[in-house]
């Protein structure tokens, strides 16, 4: 089938993608809980939409999501079964594997060179790090807690650090005060943790990777991996050439 709209529930936002001549034309990020916003969204695609596909790593608000698009007069498909996907995925438990991540995978085969292996970087709520081997075929990965989660948990966890949004780009160091000094550990266990594994995933295959970066946080990051390429729209072309992969 070939969506016109395709979405990604997240744990802190919704987005939608536009579909058009065979590629996400247009995105935008709306809250989670607020159907206002939909609304408002919705109007200004109107013409445009009628078919959606909708996935997320997120069932009440996913669901909820779908229900409000239905009663709107929308057509929906739910995309959450792995077997769904035009991906060979390795792990012994696919179902187990967020969604997002093995959407991700299909998106980065599309792009990837023949033969060569690549890793997707996903910078959101958590960062995923996930390995695709030579043939295309999912092999797995490493989760690690986004920067946000680090700063909330720094915060909650002791009595006077402060809670301090996620940096914009590498901090100068050394920190030379508290809020600094956080963000500094917070951006380099980010990208440090990125950088360690993906050397892991090079010496594994013992060849050149290609290394995809998408989510929220991606253009943050993006500085200190410097052989990455950007692509918000990962997540969500892979829900669109998964759509267009089922009957």
Request: charged share 20%; aromatic share 6%; net charge negative.
């Amino acid at each position: 089938m070939r969506p016109n709209v395709v979405v990604d529930v997240g744990n802190t936002q919704i987005k939608w993608g536009l579909c058009a001549d065979g590629a996400v034309r247009s995105t935008c990020s709306l809250p989670p809980d607020e159907p206002s916003a939909w609304v408002r969204q919705l109007e200004l695609w109107n013409s445009a939409c009628g078919s959606w596909v909708v996935t997320g790593v997120h069932p009440l608000r996913r669901d909820r999501f779908i229900e409000w698009l239905r009663e709107s007069g929308q057509s929906v498909r739910l995309l959450d079964d792995p077997n769904d996907l035009p991906l060979r995925v390795l792990v012994p438990r696919p179902n187990h594997v967020g969604v997002d991540r093995l959407l991700d995978a299909v998106a980065a085969n599309s792009r990837r060179t023949p033969g060569k292996p690549a890793v997707v970087i996903d910078a959101g709520s958590a960062i995923t790090v996930d390995l695709i081997d030579g043939s295309g075929a999912f092999a797995g990965g490493a989760i690690l807690p986004g920067m946000r989660l680090m700063a909330k948990a720094l915060h909650d966890y002791t009595a006077l650090l402060p809670l301090i949004p996620p940096p914009e780009k590498p901090p100068t160091v050394p920190g030379t005060h508290t809020p600094a000094a956080m963000e500094l550990g917070i951006f380099w266990a980010a990208a440090g943790g990125i950088v360690a594994v993906v050397q892991e995933y090079r010496s594994l295959c013992r060849s050149d990777i290609e290394v995809f970066l998408a989510g929220g946080d991606g253009p943050r990051l993006q500085a200190a991996l410097s052989d990455a390429q950007l692509w918000p729209e990962m997540t969500l072309e892979g829900i669109r050439l998964s759509a267009e992969a089922m009957s």
